[in-house]
Structure formats: structure tokens, C-alpha cells
T-cell receptor, first 112, second 112 residues
């Protein structure tokens, strides 16, 4: 069964801190991995996409990595800001055009 | 990346009634996906909608409850029928884009 687990479920950090969000998956035969951000009651904003052949992707203060052998992906956020407060979701796709399988999300709060 | 316009953004409905949610994409796409996010939960795929054919529903979701239309390659609707308070959720549409999946802004439905 293809399952995705995100740890921690919630995280509160002071502004300026670097942080890591974790995502683990049971089936390593992924097609790609995508990280999303969701503000309360809103839709999803795509942050980063990693293809199965890639190890990491970077966008600004965000860096996502993928290690298929260990079944893990991490999202690194540098110099966190209050505006980063949101729920972060990882999602896996197992074939081209196929559905996304989501983790439960990590609710991040960055305190000024 | 594709841009999706989803409406309504939110609604409060009486139990027993139906609500139709619309998604308009600014480019032609083969498949559109409909997700449900129950309070405090992650996203669950309801169905996949291809233009010109019947939607494919995931386990636990049926056409009578969630009829879907896909009249052309840029538009789709999801109807939540005979609503009960358990249908209170955020509903989101999604399409596969070049750089991963793009989501609409979501419809926050409250059934009273």
C-alpha cells in the first residue's frame, strides 16, 4: 500500500531559524514528488517538484531533497519568516498522469 | 503553468440540497482531478475527469453523490448532492502541468 507520512505534525519556531520538514513513503517506485504550501482554508500552492531521477531542487530559501533508497524527502526552509506560517504538504505521483498521494501535512508557525 | 479559476470560494448550504463547483483552466488539459479535504485532514482524491468520457471514481466515492461534468478541455464541474453535515470540507480541482500539479483556490463548503 502506498502511504505517505509527514513528521512532525506541527512545528513552532522563532523567526530566523532554519528548519527541516520530513516526509517518508513506503513505495520507492515514485514518478515524482511535489511539495505544497496551504494557507488556512485555501487551496494549494506548489513549491517544488522533484523528478524521480533527481536528488534535490532549490527555490529561494527552500530546498527539497529526495532519497528513494531510504524512502524519504525533506523540505529545508532557511531563515524562516512569519510569512512562512502555513501547512506544508508532500505528495507523490507513481506514474505519469496519475493521482497524487498526500501526506497529512506539517503545520508550521513562525513566531516574530 | 496552468491557472485554474475555481468558484464559489465558499458557501453555506442547507442539508439535503446540492452545490455545483466549477473549475475553469486557462489552457487545454486532458485530465482534471477533484479532491476533498475534510477538516484537519489531508487531501483525498474523489475522481478523475477526462473530456468525453465518464469520470473515474476512487473507492468510497460514487457518481450519484458526486456527479462530474467535463464538457470540454478547459472546464469541469463537481456537484455535491443531497448534502449532509459530513460533506463539510474544502473541495479542490487540480490539473497536471509542466512543473507538477496545479490546484484551484478551493471551495470551502459548510453544510448546516
Amino acid at each position: 500500500k502506498q502511504e505517505v507520512t509527514q513528521i512532525p505534525a506541527a512545528l513552532s519556531v522563532p523567526e530566523g531559524e532554519n528548519l527541516v520538514l520530513n516526509c517518508s513513503f513506503t513505495d520507492s517506485a515514485i514518478y515524482n514528488l511535489q511539495w505544497f504550501r496551504q494557507d488556512p482554508g485555501k487551496g494549494l500552492t506548489s513549491l517544488l517538484l522533484i523528478q524521480s531521477s533527481q536528488r534535490e531542487q532549490t527555490s529561494g530559501r527552500l530546498n527539497a531533497s529526495l532519497d528513494k533508497s531510504s524512502g524519504r524527502s525533506t523540505l529545508y526552509i532557511a531563515a524562516s519568516q512569519p510569512g512562512d506560517s502555513a501547512t506544508y504538504l508532500c505528495a507523490f505521483q507513481y506514474n505519469q498522469g496519475g493521482k497524487l498521494i498526500f501526506g497529512q501535512g506539517t503545520e508550521l508557525s513562525v513566531k516574530p | 503553468s496552468a491557472v485554474i479559476s475555481q468558484k464559489p470560494s465558499r458557501d453555506i448550504c442547507q442539508r439535503g440540497t446540492s452545490l455545483t463547483i466549477q473549475c475553469q483552466v486557462d489552457s487545454q488539459v486532458t485530465m482534471m482531478f477533484w479532491y476533498r479535504q475534510q477538516p484537519g485532514q489531508s487531501l483525498t482524491l474523489i475522481a478523475t475527469a477526462n473530456q468525453g468520457s465518464e469520470a473515474t471514481y476512487e473507492s468510497g466515492f460514487v457518481i450519484d453523490k458526486f456527479p462530474i461534468s467535463r464538457p470540454n478541455l478547459t472546464f469541469s464541474t463537481l456537484t455535491v448532492s443531497n448534502m449532509s453535515p459530513e460533506d463539510s470540507s474544502i473541495y479542490l480541482c487540480s490539473v497536471a502541468a509542466v512543473y507538477g500539479y496545479t490546484f484551484g483556490s478551493g471551495t470551502r463548503l459548510t453544510v448546516v
